[in-house]
């Protein structure tokens, strides 16, 4: 079944804390991205790779940790100085088209708590 | 500067009226601009891109390059269009750019 993976589906992290968040694609993509969903603000991009081993900040990455050391693979690390890390976290892939956008594939996200 | 618009939180509308949806957009060159749908307990997925000139599921949606809009209308809205509606811009670098996202409640 080709699709995108993300877990975990729910994480609670006590302040001072680093979590990462995993997400998988079998869809042979090239590109992948984070984007952080908050009620009222539409979806935010966190980072993105078109590449292997290669990443770039989205709008919101301060706080924030990516790697990119396989095709099926770009997990994003919360770290402790993301000052309000309580979100929605939505990872999704695309087939890299560098001057066009192509459709992006969602996985279905993870909500992290921080208590 | 890039940027989405979608002025309306919540649309509120029973079953069988008219919808629109109302999105605005601001970019320097030829947009490519999308619409995505996230239905109760599903996964963001596309709903359609104004290349592709389609209607999906009775929606369709006009580029306005003069009024730098592109809403989403349905003649005819059912309760199953009940969901969370995004539009997004491509931007140079092949990324999208999404709205705030406007919740569509349809009623009996």
């Known amino acids: 079944d080709g699709g995108i993976t993300q877990s975990p589906k729910y994480l609670f992290r006590k302040e001072g804390q680093n979590v990462t968040l995993s997400c998988e694609q079998n869809?042979?993509?090239?590109?992948m991205y984070w984007y952080r969903q908050d009620p009222g603000q539409g979806l935010r991009l966190i980072y993105y790779?078109?590449?292997?081993?290669?990443?770039q900040k989205g709008d919101i990455a301060e706080g924030y940790s990516v790697s990119r050391e396989k095709k099926e693979s770009f997990p994003l690390t919360v770290t402790s100085a993301q000052k309000n890390p309580t979100a929605f976290y939505l990872c999704?892939?695309?087939?890299?088209?560098?001057?066009?956008?192509?459709?992006?594939?969602f996985g279905e996200g993870s909500r992290l708590t921080v208590l | 500067a890039q940027r989405v618009t979608q002025p309306e939180k919540l649309l509120s509308v029973f079953k069988g009226a008219p919808v629109e949806l109302k999105c605005n957009y601001s970019?320097?060159?030829?947009?490519?601009l999308f619409w995505y749908v996230q239905y109760s307990r599903q996964r963001l997925q596309l709903l359609l891109r104004?290349?592709s000139r389609e209607s999906i599921k009775g929606f369709t949606a006009d580029l306005n390059k003069g009024e730098t809009s592109f809403h989403l209308k349905k003649p005819f809205a059912q309760e199953e269009d009940s969901a969370m509606y995004y539009c997004?811009?491509?931007?140079?670098?092949?990324?999208?750019?999404f709205g705030q996202g406007t919740e569509l409640s349809v009623k009996p």
């Open positions: 970019y320097s060159g030829s947009p490519e």
């Open positions: 790779s078109q590449i292997v081993n290669d990443f």
């Open positions: 997004a811009l491509g931007d140079q670098g092949g990324k999208l750019i």
């Open positions: 999704a892939s695309s087939i890299v088209r560098l001057t066009k956008a192509g459709e992006l594939f």
């Open positions: 869809l042979n993509h090239d590109a």
């Open positions: 104004h290349i």
